[in-house]
């Protein structure tokens, strides 16, 4: 079977070992480069992009984890995972020195933290998500119920960056949101070859389909 890491420094990768072990495929903590050793796939958890990429840093794993993503392993990143796969936060945090926070990159887009405004950082909706259609019934794809934790959205995909989701102006869940740019839509979930991310947690919901597409892009399935 199939060994997917968990990045296991901060955050919610409990729940994200549960969903892969849910899909068939073994999952494991990794908190050590040579941990890294031997993974079909990686996931990179929500929680807090800045303490994360400070433990991954301290922990010698920001460099491996960096060279492992450009050779192609596959990772997928929820939340404060889709930060970190970014290859550019428009508003990235500085810590006490004054440093800006570090992502490992890969994925060619821009991310802004906690972009979905001050009123409603938390929210849930329900989203069209593109290539579950492996699990389509005969009334069509069911929508992605998403739960969104002080989430980021991408405000710039590169060419070669597939738009999976987007919260719609016309939903509540956005309208109310201090947007800068009203009236647009906005991307939460995106696909570059091997690497995926999502701005929402289906880890928390019990949505198994976001792992099974993991799952099948690194069979070759999808
Ligand atoms: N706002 C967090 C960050 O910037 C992400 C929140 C989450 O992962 N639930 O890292």
């Known amino acids: 079977?199939?060994?997917?890491?968990?990045?296991?420094?901060?955050?919610?990768?409990?729940?994200?070992?549960?969903?892969?072990?849910?899909?068939?495929?073994s999952g494991v903590g990794i908190r050590r480069p040579a941990e890294l050793e031997g993974l079909d796939g990686l996931i990179i958890p929500g929680?807090?992009?800045?303490?994360?990429?400070?433990?991954?840093r301290a922990f010698d794993l920001a460099e491996p984890l960096r060279a492992r993503i450009k050779d192609g392993l596959?990772?997928?990143?929820?939340?404060?995972?889709?930060?970190?796969?970014?290859?550019?936060?428009?508003?990235?945090?500085?810590?006490?020195?004054?440093?800006?926070?570090?992502?490992?990159?890969?994925?060619?887009i821009t991310v802004r933290r906690n972009a979905f405004g001050r009123q409603r950082e938390s929210f849930e909706t329900d989203l069209d998500f593109k290539s579950l259609d492996f699990s389509a019934t005969d009334d069509g794809v069911a929508p992605v119920?998403?739960?969104?934790?002080?989430?980021?959205?991408?405000?710039?995909?590169?060419?070669e960056v597939e738009v999976l989701a987007q919260v719609e102006p016309a939903d509540p869940a956005?309208?109310?949101?201090?947007?800068?740019?009203?009236?647009?839509?906005?991307?939460?979930?995106?696909?570059?070859?091997?690497?995926?991310?999502?701005?929402?947690?289906?880890?928390?919901t019990g949505e198994k389909r976001v792992h099974e597409l993991f799952i099948r892009m690194i069979r070759g399935e999808a």
């Not at 929680?47 to 991954?56: F, P, Q, R, V, W």
């Open 47 to 56: 929680g807090e992009s800045t303490t994360i990429d400070k433990l991954a």
């Open 74 to 108: 596959p990772v997928y990143g929820s939340c404060a995972g889709m930060i970190l796969l970014a290859d550019e936060i428009a508003d990235p945090a500085t810590d006490l020195a004054g440093e800006p926070q570090q992502t490992f990159g890969g994925l060619d």
């Open 1 to 25: 079977g199939l060994r997917i890491g968990v990045l296991a420094l901060q955050g919610d990768f409990r729940e994200h070992l549960r969903s892969v072990e849910e899909t068939g495929a």
């Open 145 to 159: 119920h998403a739960v969104f934790i002080r989430g980021p959205w991408v405000e710039r995909v590169g060419s």
């Open 174 to 204: 956005h309208a109310s949101h201090a947007a800068p740019l009203p009236g647009t839509a906005r991307i939460v979930a995106v696909r570059s070859g091997h690497l995926l991310a999502t701005s929402f947690h289906p880890e928390v």
